[in-house]
């Protein structure tokens, strides 16, 4: 089952997203054209007349990828998974500053200071964790062109950090609440990496465990707690743990490093969570959220699969979920290249020039093409991504690397737009 196809009116407004099936009827009866590939939508040749029906735009963010899901009702028809690229900025940041640092200690000419002498706006956010907000945001709209859709559901939180450390805080309904215990367990796991902090055995229930035992004051905070299987928290029972691993000072030593250390992607959600909503909350559009414990509570109800997708689609208040498509879209983000306009080897010395035109012969390094070769040494059809050159032969990274394609072969499927894709 693949996502439903989207369609658009001859004035390019948005109809309801139909079944496959119908859009290749369209397709071939000569009533729409593919408007675009990525997501795949279709524009009428003619005027219609139907009744919209609203379509819930569910989001749940995370720090290496995003889900989306969109629902009419309780019909989840289409699903999407975004990865970031905060890594990749986060590296060519520090690459830049280290190559910064460097001339400034060059005992060159002299220049004054500027290093000190910035200010940062309210709500400032590192690039990396911008980057987020932002490419969220830009697929918000994408599908708003696209689909009708009328109200939005993010995940706002997925971890309470401060409701974990010190769960007084919200009073007895949380810590005996139907969501009891969803918070932490969610933390847990990714902070111990769904494993046996003990053994290292994954792929078993895992139970929560105190540290320091409780029998002998440990408390419930979040920093003393731990994931084990049944046969080691049995085993330890209510032993101090120098006792417990007096034989394995490499395991002990693990175990309390890791009790300490905080969630690096956790505190990425939460630091860009608010940024988020309130962007989104611009849009118009009536905004709710919903926590990360209650969205792991439907999804465990309804026995789905741990997915990015699916996460997204139990977020918020969800009764019951008819799953129309298992196939999402999987796009990734790759950024739009580099200014440099001279490439250096790995010693820095130049190595070959970028074009001073972007475009060649309506064509852009990074545009996705289906080329028809006809005559030549190279007869066939390759579909792929295209590097141009000035002279109008083209690269194709089609299944293998094709080179020396004329443009005259070259159609436009998708253009280059900063993200690639897979279904």
Known sequence: ?????????????????????????????????????????????????????????????????????????????FGAELTHRGQAIKASLESRRSLRRVRRNRHTRYRPARFLNRTRLKGWLAPSLQHRVETTLTWVTKLMKVAPIVSIVQELVRFDLQQLENPEIS???????????????????????????????????????????????????ISNLCLACEKCNIKK????????????????????????????????????????????????????????????????????????????????NVESLKILTNKPLLIKATGHGTRQMCRTDKFGFPCRYVPRLKFVKGFQTGDIVKAIVTSGKKVGKYVGRVAVRTSGSFNIAASELVSGVSHKYCSIIHRKDGYSYAA
């Open 1 to 77: 089952m693949s996502n439903f196809v989207f369609v658009l009116d001859t004035q390019k407004r948005p109809l309801n997203p139909i079944h496959l099936g119908m859009a290749r009827k369209l397709l071939t009866n000569g009533k729409g054209a593919v408007f675009k590939r990525y997501p795949f939508t279709l524009i009428l040749k003619v005027e219609v007349i139907t009744t919209q029906k609203p379509i819930t735009l569910k989001i749940d963010p995370g720090s290496q990828t995003t889900g989306f899901a969109l629902l009419q009702g309780e019909k989840v028809i």
């Open 171 to 221: 009073g007895i309904e949380y810590q005996q609440g139907v969501l009891c215990g969803y918070e932490v367990r969610e933390y847990l796991l990714n902070k111990w990496e769904r494993k046996c902090a003990y053994c290292g055995v994954t792929n078993t229930p895992l139970q929560v465990e105190h540290i320091h035992p409780k029998a002998k004051g440990g408390s419930n905070r």
């Open 237 to 316: 029972g209510t032993q101090n743990i120098e006792q417990f691993l007096s034989k394995k000072p490499e395991v002990l030593k693990r175990v309390l490093s890791q009790a300490k250390r905080s969630l690096r992607d956790a505190t990425a959600v939460n630091s860009t969570r608010w940024a988020l909503l309130n962007r989104l909350s611009m849009i118009g559009l009536p905004v709710s959220t919903g926590s990360g414990g209650l969205t792991k509570f439907n999804r465990t109800r309804l026995s789905l699969a741990k997915t990015h997708w699916l996460d997204a689609a139990c977020v918020g």
